[in-house]
């Protein structure tokens, strides 16, 4: 596991230690679970951001939710 130095706002630095002193986890592990938890959203953001403008300029294409749905037999 690589190191990486990092200066926190005091609000939030003190919020940190309050949560991992009451759990009994290391202020680390949840640097880390958050870190994780917002890139993995961020990758999904970049990734549909970049099917958006491959749909607006004719790179990609649509499916209607109603074929999805009966593709996955979830009609209703």
Do not use: C, F, W
Request: hydrophobic share 35%; no cysteine; glycine share 6%.
């Amino acid at each position: 596991m690589s190191s990486v130095s990092l200066r926190l706002p005091e609000n939030l630095s003190k919020r940190l230690a309050r949560l991992a002193k009451r759990t009994g986890r290391t202020k680390t592990y949840y640097m880390i679970e958050a870190i994780r938890e917002h890139l993995d959203d961020l990758e999904d953001l970049y990734l549909a951001e970049q099917r958006l403008v491959a749909i607006r300029e004719g790179r990609g294409k649509t499916v209607p939710l109603e074929v999805v749905m009966r593709k996955h037999g979830l009609e209703g």
